[in-house]
């Protein structure tokens, strides 16, 4: 079955409910400027005590290097996420850094054929294929166009899938594409950081439904 990472929670009430549904990727946002942005102490509190097969998942972009480094090792996070303009060399680096403990993802926002190059200047453990926007850098809630992806070889075993993912969607997103994962954010939302546990319940209802699963 899929894997499903749900991001941007900024209560651990959400993470709970999550939790308890199915979910067991979590992601943390340490973006300022982003509405679902979480400051390390309040992350902390938010997912101190997890089951240890809840993965946590942090959330940069266009990091401080050792803002970076200090957040991942006190807050023992599982994964590292680069969502913004990062050089190739900071991811490089940070993967080796944490190889073997931490997992590394990249984002790449997919707004035309040419998402592939970004693609191939980085070396992630996986990547994270999310709408193109020109000021956001996620969250936006907008399903990419499809094509685009239709129209190349993409090593689907390390790609996380993004953008405009609902409960009401992604049966068509499984359809379609083989991915290692999904990512959900604004699709499960009442409001920006605010998840509303009837509809992970429904997202996780029909992702089973659509592997048969009971």
């Not at 999550?18 to 942005?37: D, K, Q, W, Y």
């Not at 266009?62 to 807050?75: C, G, I, R």
């Not at 997103?173 to 429904?202: H, M, Q, W």
Request: proline content about 6%; charged content about 25%; glycine content about 8%.
């Amino acid at each position: 079955m899929v894997k499903i990472k749900i991001c941007g929670f900024t209560r651990r009430q959400d993470i709970e409910d999550a939790v308890e549904l199915g979910i067991n990727i979590v992601g943390i946002n340490f973006f300022s400027p982003s509405p679902r942005f979480v400051p390390p102490a309040q992350a902390k509190k938010m997912i101190e005590g997890l089951p240890s097969d809840v993965l946590k998942v942090g959330v940069f972009v266009n990091p401080d290097e050792k803002f970076l480094l200090e957040t991942s090792k006190v807050l023992k996070l599982d994964g590292i996420q680069f969502h913004g303009n990062e050089p190739p060399c900071l991811v490089k680096n940070i993967k080796e850094k944490f190889s073997g403990e931490k997992f590394v993802i990249k984002a790449v926002r997919v707004g035309n054929d040419r998402f592939m190059q970004a693609m191939q200047i980085y070396q992630p453990d996986y990547f994270l294929l999310d709408s193109y926007d020109t000021t956001l850098f996620g969250g936006t809630g907008r399903q990419m166009d499809y094509e685009y992806l239709n129209s190349v070889n993409l090593p689907w075993a390390r790609i996380f899938l993004a953008g405009g993912i609902t409960p009401d969607s992604i049966k068509e997103v499984l359809c379609r594409f083989n991915p290692y994962g999904i990512d959900v954010a604004s699709g499960v939302e009442v409001t920006p950081g605010i998840k509303d546990r009837d509809k992970i319940a429904l997202l996780m209802k029909n992702i089973r439904k659509f592997y048969d699963i009971t």
